[in-house]
């Protein structure tokens, strides 16, 4: 089946430590997302990409960094820069090629929390 | 600045009741709108969509109602089901910038009550 990996789907974190969340997917879309939720907002744009090798702010990008060397991959980096880290993150592609009026798939999220 | 806003963050519904959702936005120049469903620990779940040449669309139990003028939408599921406890968010999204990215709501928790 189709679909869009994100993994592990917990994560810990020591301060000052980077840490790395993988997003992959298998529907040959162009377009992927970072999301963040917090408890009691929406899901905010951490970074996306519309293309390989390219990608752009989202946001909430401060503390943040992406790489898209490939079409189905699209990690994100969590540096020590970002001072408040926890939270559950969402990865998100989309097919561009059938228009803008496409939903979104998202995979099953990270939380991503401090030791 | 929260260009999308849910007001309620959490709504009881009867099982078999209508349940009515609603999301009100301050940006204009948004033109398409989309409802997700988000169950704990799991990635949303397109539900909807609209677009702002129509005032209307409906899909099975679902129906989404837009009124450009006063710039709100509302997601009506009738009749309201306990598989549909879950988190709502609407999403708005400009279909000229270019780029898809969508404005998410704060999210309303909807309770089915058996």
């Known amino acids: 089946d189709g679909g869009i990996t994100q993994s592990p789907k917990y994560l810990f974190r020591k301060e000052g430590q980077n840490v790395t969340l993988s997003c992959e997917q298998n529907l040959n879309h162009d377009a992927m997302y970072w999301y963040r939720q917090d408890p009691g907002q929406g899901l905010r744009l951490i970074y996306y990409?519309?293309?390989?090798?390219?990608?752009q702010k989202g946001d909430i990008a401060e503390g943040y960094s992406v790489s898209r060397e490939k079409k189905e991959s699209f990690p994100l980096t969590v540096t020590s820069a970002q001072k408040n880290p926890t939270a559950f993150y969402l990865c998100?592609?989309?097919?561009?090629?059938?228009?803008?009026?496409?939903?979104?798939?998202f995979g099953d999220g990270t939380r991503l929390s401090i030791l | 600045d929260q260009q999308v806003k849910q007001n309620s963050p959490s709504l009881s519904v009867q099982e078999g009741r209508i349940s009515i959702l609603n999301c009100d936005y301050t940006n204009s120049m948004f033109d398409y709108f989309l409802w997700y469903k988000k169950y704990p620990a799991e990635g949303p779940t397109f539900l909807i969509s609209i677009s702002s040449i129509k005032d209307k669309n409906e899909d099975g139990r679902f129906t989404v109602f837009l009124n450009k003028s006063a710039k709100h939408l509302s997601l009506h599921i009738v009749p309201s089901q306990p598989g549909d406890s879950a988190v709502y968010f609407c999403?708005?999204?400009?279909?000229?910038?270019?780029?898809?990215?969508?404005?998410f709501g704060t999210g309303t928790r909807l309770t089915i009550i058996p």
């Open positions: 990409s519309q293309i390989v090798n390219d990608f």
């Open positions: 998100a592609s989309l097919n561009r090629d059938r228009g803008f009026n496409q939903p979104q798939h």
């Open positions: 999403a708005a999204l400009r279909s000229n910038f270019g780029n898809e990215k969508l404005t």
